[in-house]
């Protein structure tokens, strides 16, 4: 079964403090990225990467960065958390671009549910 | 700019059938797909069309017509296990996923 395993499910932090949220892969997926998700809105993307080192931006950046120096792994890192970042954060991954579906199946990490006080 | 409607609830009875309807308008069209995600889990895939018509797996279904820009997605028998969201994205000309809020089902006995 692939596995996309977040760190935390759950975390409190205050206004201003550093935030890492790190996800894992255990498929060699190619592409892994990094949702918002908040009650009556779709799933926003954050930052995606189709390859170690690279990364995209998604809709909403602002006030969010991302690492990827290991195939596996990609880190979400709010620099000064605020309390309009208060949410669910999913992470996911794919095998890779293309135009058949398999390649683009996404497999969810349970989530991160961050509170910002 | 682009959207995906689906309805935010709907109610249904164990044993019965129900259709989540999701209408889209996006830049391009590179395939429709269904997630269901139970509470306080991750989404997990359901099911993906491309091709307008009828796919089938199991107690669900799902359809698309691409001239209407609409799916829906049927489930059949329903188990009180079906009580979740379910998510409908559409994948835009640039290959990026659009999402719908989400509608969430509630099964009765």
């Known amino acids: 079964d692939v596995k996309v395993t977040q760190s935390s499910r759950y975390l409190v932090k205050r206004t201003g403090e550093k935030v890492f949220l790190e996800c894992v892969q255990d498929m060699d997926h190619e592409n892994m990225f990094w949702y918002r998700q908040d009650p009556g809105l779709g799933l926003r993307l954050i930052y995606f990467?189709?390859?170690?080192?690279?990364?995209e931006k998604g809709d909403i950046p602002e006030g969010y960065s991302v690492s990827r120096e290991k195939k596996e792994r990609f880190s979400l890192i709010l620099e000064s958390a605020s309390t309009n970042q208060t949410s669910m954060y999913l992470c996911a991954s794919s095998p890779g671009t293309g135009g058949f579906s398999g390649a683009n199946v996404l497999t969810f990490g349970a989530g991160s549910r961050l509170t910002v006080l | 700019g682009q959207n995906i409607d689906q309805p935010t609830e709907m109610t249904a009875t164990e044993g019965a059938i129900v259709q989540i309807n999701c209408t889209y308008q996006t830049s391009g069209f590179n395939g429709l797909f269904w997630y269901q995600q139970h509470a306080g889990e991750a989404p997990t895939f359901l099911s993906y069309n491309v091709l307008d018509g009828l796919e089938e797996k199991g107690r669900f279904s799902s359809f698309l017509s691409r001239s209407k820009g609409y799916s829906y997605l049927l489930l059949k028998e329903l188990q009180m296990k079906d009580s979740a969201s379910y998510l409908c994205?559409?994948?835009?000309?640039?290959?990026?996923?659009?999402w719908g809020a989400g509608t969430k089902l509630i099964i009765k006995p």
């Open positions: 990467s189709y390859d170690v080192k690279m990364k």
């Open positions: 994205a559409v994948m835009d000309s640039n290959y990026q996923l659009i």
